[in-house]
């Protein structure tokens, strides 16, 4: 691992892992050799989820959210409106969908590893 600092020019938003989603790289892969990531994610104005029950294979994921509001659905664990200052840890390959977001919806989501499968259940 090596120290890094990331400036807010360095990372613009890139398309990514869901199609309603700009991710912004914060720059902890690369400092971690990919051991976790860290993303700011932004909904895509007009765009949203289509409720696909899905699972991660990694060891870690936590949710930040720094604006707007996200509807989640675990499987055992219910459905949750997350807003803004909520954060969750989603367990290893816990079942989850996303129900709908706000347009204005911002996030940050820290993994480990920083590239992981998901799998559609």
Known sequence: MKFKITRNKDNDFTKGLRG???????????????????????????????GDWHYHKLNFQMVYILKGWVKF?????????????????????????????????????ITSPSKFETFTV
């Open 20 to 50: 309603f989603f700009e991710y912004k790289d914060l720059g902890i892969e690369e400092a971690t050799k990919g051991d976790y990531g860290a993303n700011v994610i932004k909904a895509i104005e007009g765009k949203h989820a289509n």
């Open 73 to 109: 659905e675990y499987k055992g664990e219910g459905t949750h409106v997350l807003k803004k200052g909520d954060v969750v840890y989603q367990p290893p390959e816990i079942h989850h969908r996303e129900i709908e977001h706000s347009d204005d919806l911002e996030l940050i989501e």
